[in-house]
């Protein structure tokens, strides 16, 4: 079992530019999240989808978009990369009853 | 809404010392409550949750945390730390079992010096 999966693990873009996050789950759970980590601020919620199909915001969503057309993937889309998003990105799936698995994480810069 | 509180930033302890890295949750409804540690360039891995039933619940590697409802509390707690404790860790809380969101609190380093 892979459990959740991140890529890329480190990523250097340059304002302006756009890119994809992607996380994929294989363990056919419901609910997806994503999750920036800055210093000192702990873990902050980006997005959030409870199904396919589903999504909505969390506190943080300016800047980043999501979609989820499948159970297993829930990519985090950055239209415009500011040097504000420079920050550690956690994908994380979960089910009912159970704890939060998360992955490793994306290492995203800024310039 | 919920909220965590952790207290302390910093925590810095002597190998053999006991460990306590103190949680203090606020939520409507009856929580959920967990601890996960994060250790350098990795993903977080949970230590030990709090559902229903006993308010005591033992994790990995020796750590174990108590919910006290009429504190708000779930303090983690290790007899002995080891060099390898070494690690940021963070208390989260949900409201339910359901699919409302985990809210972290802003995290606390423990150190662990010879």
């Known amino acids: 079992n892979a459990g959740v999966t991140q890529t890329p693990k480190f990523q250097v873009l340059k304002t302006g530019q756009s890119m994809t996050l992607q996380c994929a789950q294989d363990?056919?759970?419901?609910?997806m999240s994503w999750y920036r980590q800055d210093p000192g601020m702990g873990l902050r919620l980006i997005h959030y989808?409870?199904?396919?199909?589903?999504?909505d915001q969390g506190e943080v969503p300016n800047g980043y978009n999501v979609s989820r057309s499948t159970t297993e993937d829930f990519p985090l889309r950055l239209l415009s990369a500011a040097p504000s998003q420079t920050s550690v990105y956690f994908c994380?799936?979960?089910?009912?009853?159970?704890?939060?698995?998360f992955g490793q994480g994306t290492r995203l810069t800024v310039v | 809404a919920q909220s965590v509180t952790q207290l302390g930033s910093h925590v810095s302890v002597s190998e053999g010392a006991l460990v306590l890295l103190r949680c203090n949750y606020s939520?409507?409804?009856?929580?959920?409550l967990f601890w996960y540690v994060q250790y350098p360039n990795q993903g977080l891995q949970l230590l030990l949750k709090?559902?229903?039933?006993?308010?005591l619940v033992k994790g990995i590697n020796g750590f174990e945390a108590e919910f006290k409802k009429s504190e708000t509390s779930f303090h983690l707690t290790k007899p002995s730390a080891h060099m390898s404790d070494a690690a940021e860790y963070f208390c989260?809380?949900?409201?339910?079992?359901?699919?409302?969101?985990?809210?972290f609190g802003k995290g606390t380093m423990l150190l662990v010096s010879p």
């Open positions: 994380a799936s979960t089910s009912l009853n159970t704890e939060a698995f």
């Open positions: 363990m056919n759970h419901e609910y």
């Open positions: 989808s409870v199904g396919a199909g589903i999504t």
């Open positions: 939520s409507s409804v009856p929580p959920y």
């Open positions: 709090y559902t229903t039933g006993a308010t």
């Open positions: 989260a809380v949900r409201a339910d079992s359901g699919y409302s969101t985990l809210t």
